[in-house]
């Protein structure tokens, strides 16, 4: 009897084995049949927080990782520049010296790119996006992308002032009635009331919890316009318009809402009136009987 149902569950087993391995959606049974093409692949080695400061005349080093499994067959990088106000005023052109034919499955590639020295030539606080592109031999092309923000030289100077405000208040209901703030004329009301641009900030949490998250409508369909920082990696009683720049182009994570705030937090909002900011510190945060109110400072740039 035990040999017996040893036999049937060998037998069992088998069938179980056939019948998996024929459904197998990855198994290719038919050894003539071409294997699949993946897309060729671009890596960002280093630097790898995907961005550098850098002052005119400075060289940074970029390292990507090219991989296909076809043949590589051309290598060839770009750059465009950005101003400050959001303006390209270099669209996107090749670099030359990275133009380069290829026969190879995988490689690093270096760029070496030098940030113009001529202040004529290329503005302070001026993002310059390096895109770098790989094509395989089935005309297949993957893309990466680096980016280069231009901070000043020693004699450089910006025209750009802070004014300061201490002591504002937003607040929030659990009814639905999100709150906003005109940052530049000081003025707190519903966003059912106040007009845009004016709508600077909005509180945005979703009733019946009150979690304080700022949200900024002013820029429409444009990049995203808010940076959540702190005290630990932003001095805001030190700030200069530079600093302020460096924290918001640098972040990785920007985006059209904050993260929950508390006591402490920063917040950078991009502003409409291009290209300056506002920058709010949290200093309290509370919630009674339905309704909250979070008190705060801010400065914001203007020329």
């Known amino acids: 009897m035990q ?3 040893q036999y049937v569950f060998t037998a069992f087993a088998l069938v179980a084995g056939l019948f998996l391995t ?3 959606p990855d198994r290719n049974d038919n050894p003539e049949d071409p294997p699949i093409d993946s897309d060729p692949q671009v890596t960002l080695i280093s630097p790898a927080n995907g961005y550098a400061l850098a002052k005119r005349g400075e060289t940074v080093s970029i390292v990507f990782e090219i991989h296909d499994n076809e043949l590589l067959t051309t290598w060839d990088a770009t750059e465009k520049w950005t101003s400050v106000s959001g303006v390209v005023y270099q669209p996107e ?11 190879t499955n995988n490689s690093l590639r270096t760029i070496n790119y030098t940030v113009p020295s001529d202040p004529n030539a290329i503005q302070i606080y001026t993002t310059i996006e390096i ?11 993957a893309k990466g992308k680096f980016r280069i923000n231009v901070i000043p030289d020693v004699d450089d100077s910006t025209a750009y002032e802070f004014t300061s405000y201490t002591g504002d208040t937003l607040y929030s209901v659990t009814t639905g009635h999100d709150y906003a703030f005109d940052l530049i004329n000081r003025v707190s009301g519903n966003n059912q009331t106040m007009p845009l641009p004016n709508q600077y900030i909005r509180e945005s949490s979703t009733p019946p919890a009150i979690t304080w998250e700022l949200t900024t409508p002013i820029q429409g369909s444009l990049d995203s316009t808010i940076v959540t920082t702190d005290a630990t990696r932003f001095n805001y009683d030190e700030l200069t318009y530079e600093t302020t720049w460096q924290a918001f182009v640098t972040s990785n994570r920007i985006g059209r809402k904050s993260d929950p705030l508390s006591p402490g937090d920063i917040v950078i909002v991009k502003m409409p009136t291009a290209p300056h900011y506002a920058v709010i510190r949290v ?12 008190t705060f400072d801010y400065k914001y740039s203007h020329q």
């Open 3 to 5: 040999k017996r149902l």
């Open 22 to 24: 024929s459904c197998d």
């Open 131 to 141: 895109a770098a592109y790989a094509t395989d031999n089935k005309g297949k092309v």
């Open 283 to 294: 200093n309290t945060t509370e919630g009674v009987l339905g309704c909250g109110c979070m």
């Open 93 to 103: 052109v090749a670099i030359p010296a990275q133009l380069a034919a290829i026969s």
